[in-house]
Nanobody
């Protein structure tokens, strides 16, 4: 059974930083694209970033470019999202997701491409 477990969320002031982690189990980790999505109250879940199996290709939504960095450690079955210069509009529940796609390329920016999801971790940025 596949599990994705996020951690690292919390309350931070505007301009602050957080590092989210997502540990995966029950899958062959390096066969999967990993993505981060977020969902604010009353809004649709939106794509934030994605990373290919090797970590050599990274993709970002325009609203986080230059502020967020996605990375992965295949030896630890873990994907990270380093978030800097946080803004109140970044407040949301952040989810990691896994998309089985060995050898593929592209942004994988649609939630419908992903096979497995974590339970989410709350990020709150105070003004």
């Amino acid at each position: 059974q596949v599990h994705l477990v996020e951690s690292g969320g919390g309350l931070v002031q505007t301009g602050g930083s957080l590092r989210l982690s997502c540990v995966a189990s029950g899958l062959t980790f390096d066969d999967y694209y990993l993505g981060w999505f977020r969902q604010a109250p009353g809004k649709e879940r939106e794509w934030v970033a994605a990373i290919n199996w090797s970590g050599g290709r990274k993709y970002y939504a325009d609203f986080v470019k230059g502020r967020f960095t996605i990375s992965r450690d295949n030896a630890k079955n873990t994907v990270y999202l380093e978030m800097n210069s946080l803004k109140p509009e970044d407040t949301a529940v952040y989810y990691c997701a896994a998309d089985w796609s060995p050898g593929e390329s592209g942004a994988h920016d649609s939630r419908y491409e992903y096979d497995y999801w974590g339970q989410g971790t709350q990020v709150t940025v105070s003004s």
